[in-house]
């Protein structure tokens, strides 16, 4: 069978700059602007994450530049415009934050963020403090797995367990993560087992599957009427 798949540990960055709840407006601009980053933890105490700040979190602040939102009670209704008076990260960040354990798997922490639409995660442990953090640049790096390895993970968990005696009749190529199947099997209710599975190898990319049922053995001089 595959291998367990790769969870946000693997991936995840460790270095992860944050904020406090106290941060003022501009630091949080000037830290964003300094380590490339669009989107800030809030931590309280060791590091507990309690909220992200984000550019959406901040760009209010543009936006509504004409407007006074403390004087604007239509404006405080809404929380985006709310957020154009605010001036710190904990009036400015998105509570609770949307976060994610090492444990998850790729697929988990990729189906969270499109769901979330967020483009990164908060690796928390079970207190919820901050372990590190994790990106749609993290969650593609799968992708760069060589070709190789691929067809090595393919041929000694999906081959070799679901064809033991013909693993060395099939054959498996891979370019540019796309694997090919070909060869001929006896049982073809598996061909889509197969295909189902190698797509579960990190790193693949797309299957095509090229196995066929094996022909009927020819009748010889022996079955001859």
């Given at each position: 069978m595959p291998e367990t798949p790769h969870i946000v540990s693997d991936v995840m960055t460790l270095t992860v700059v944050a904020v406090g709840r106290a941060a003022?407006?501009?630091e949080i601009v000037r830290t964003m602007e300094q380590r490339k980053v669009s989107a800030l933890p809030v931590l309280e105490g060791e590091g507990r994450v309690i909220g992200v700040v984000s550019e959406a979190d901040l760009l209010p602040k543009e936006e509504?530049?004409?407007?006074?939102?403390?004087?604007?009670?239509q404006l405080r209704r809404l929380s985006d415009l709310a957020k154009a008076g605010a001036v710190t990260a904990e009036e400015l960040m998105s509570s609770p934050a949307v976060t994610v354990h090492p444990g998850a798997t790729l697929a988990q922490a990729a189906r969270l963020m499109a769901v979330r639409r967020v483009k990164r995660?908060?690796?928390v442990d079970d207190a919820g403090m901050l372990q590190g953090?994790?990106?749609r640049a993290d969650l593609l790096k799968v992708f760069l797995r060589p070709d190789e390895d691929i067809e090595e993970e393919v041929r000694r968990t999906v081959v070799s367990y679901l064809f033991p005696a013909l693993s060395h009749t099939i054959h498996v190529t891979v370019h540019d993560?796309?694997?090919t199947l070909r060869g001929q099997i006896r049982d073809t209710s598996l061909i889509w087992v197969a295909a189902r599975l190698v797509r579960a190898v990190e790193g693949v990319?797309?299957?095509e599957s090229q196995l066929t049922g094996e022909s009927?053995?020819?009748a010889g001089p022996e079955n001859a009427q």
């Open positions: 003022p407006f501009k509504f530049r004409d407007s006074d939102p403390n004087r604007n009670e995660l908060p690796v953090i994790v990106s993560g796309v694997v990319v797309d299957v009927a053995a020819p």
